[in-house]
């Protein structure tokens, strides 16, 4: 039975991350985006706080929780107006999967760094050609002697400019059957033959896109996650290479529910504030069931949302991988169709004022849709529910 009342633990850490949140706000998230540069100051004492590290375990660094505890950590840092989006990459994708699947000494030269902030991991999957589609991959990994050579291109992959390395989903030759499978390869950025290219984005936002082009990347035989000969021969399994990168896309669907649930947190906060202020008449505009009634709605969406994010986070921290799959994509469906309503209605209860600089809501139009985009469409979670869910054949 899944707990909908949060612990006492998960209580004080909301408010302790909340305090930190409104020591920073928005106008440093807005500042840091004016400036072109990453929210390094929030994200380096959130480390030092052990905020980033909260879902790593004990003995690498981290605070031995999971990844509910991460996801309390990113939505209140949204509600505060200072949401990371690196938090949904390197903690919650990367150091799961190195957590769950690396080796020993994977685990002692990443995780430690990423707990405190130290150290940073982007996370490379999608392909101009094949979306999010792993069956459709063609970043690929070759034996050299000893070590790999990677190949490929990557895109929309968020802070290359800030990672150490990048987390690379490609796929190699099993040495049994020929077929091509899953793997996942650690990439330094600094490697020959790996090339950034920013792209130009209309989105407001501290971290940057890119576009990857690996050229015969060489890496050694321990940058494959889980590591070693034996691992690319097959002897992992087959599955080895799914497993892995499923166990880092459900808590990024998790972290992106989380993400969406505080930024419409925010949105909502100000346009109540405005709305129990503002008079045109006799009486405050939040006195008006027209403006009154769809804030009282998008509250108990977001509300909703927060309660499947929280039965997702449960399942997966519970080791139940196959019902956290359900969970942590009706999660993100929920949380980004609330947040892209609160934020709408946010900016319409502020009128013109909705759309100035001052209020700094206007931004949020564009921010609030990446959450029904990435990292999967709303389409394929209903594809995704229809076929898995509700038994229903496929037209595809």
């Not at 970043?139 to 400019?161: I, Q």
């Not at 799959?325 to 013109?352: F, P, W």
Request: charged share 20%.
């Amino acid at each position: 039975m899944t707990a909908v009342i949060e612990s006492e633990e998960h209580q004080a850490l909301r408010s302790a991350v909340a305090a930190l949140g409104r020591r920073y706000g928005r106008a440093y998230l807005t500042r840091t985006v004016a400036e072109g540069r990453p929210p390094a100051e929030l994200w380096s004492e959130a480390g030092k706080l052990g905020y980033l590290g909260v879902s790593i375990p004990e003995e690498y660094g981290g605070g031995g929780g999971g990844i509910a505890d991460l996801a309390i950590v990113l939505e209140e840092l949204g509600a505060a107006g200072s949401p990371l989006l690196m938090l949904v990459v390197s903690p919650a994708i990367c150091a799961t999967v190195i957590s769950r699947f690396g080796t020993e000494d994977q685990k002692r030269a990443w995780l430690p760094g990423i707990a405190d902030g130290t150290r940073l991991m982007a996370f490379g999957i999608t392909e101009p050609d094949a979306g999010s589609n792993s069956h459709r991959i063609t970043t690929t990994a070759r034996r050299d002697g000893a070590d790999w050579l990677l190949t490929g291109r990557k895109v929309f992959v968020s802070g290359v400019d800030i990672a150490d390395a990048v987390l690379i989903v490609g796929r190699t030759a099993d040495a049994r059957t020929g077929s091509l499978k899953p793997c996942l390869f650690i990439v330094p950025t600094d490697a020959e033959g790996f090339r950034k290219q920013p792209i130009d984005m209309e989105l407001s936002a501290a971290e940057k896109q890119f576009e990857l082009v690996l050229d015969d990347v060489r890496l050694p035989a321990d940058a494959l996650v889980g590591g070693g000969p034996s691992h690319a021969s097959g002897s992992g399994g087959a599955d080895a290479g799914l497993l892995q990168l499923f166990a880092g896309l459900n808590p990024e669907r998790i972290m992106t529910a989380a993400f969406a649930i505080g930024m419409g947190r925010y949105a909502l906060s100000k346009a109540v504030e405005y709305a129990r202020d503002r008079t045109v008449w006799k009486a405050p505009i939040g006195a008006h069931q027209a403006i009154a009634h769809p804030l009282a709605q998008a509250h108990i969406d977001l509300e909703l949302a927060r309660l499947m994010t929280q039965k997702a986070a449960h399942l997966y921290d519970a080791g139940d991988d196959t019902g956290a799959g359900e969970a942590a994509n009706m999660a993100k469906y929920a949380a980004a169709e609330a947040c892209v309503k609160a934020v709408d209605q946010a900016v319409h209860t502020l009128g013109g004022n909705g759309l100035t600089r001052e209020f700094g809501l206007a931004s949020l139009i564009t921010a609030a849709r990446v959450a029904r985009i990435a990292p999967v469409s709303r389409e394929m979670i209903l594809n995704y529910v229809s076929h898995q869910t509700l038994g229903l054949p496929k037209s595809y």
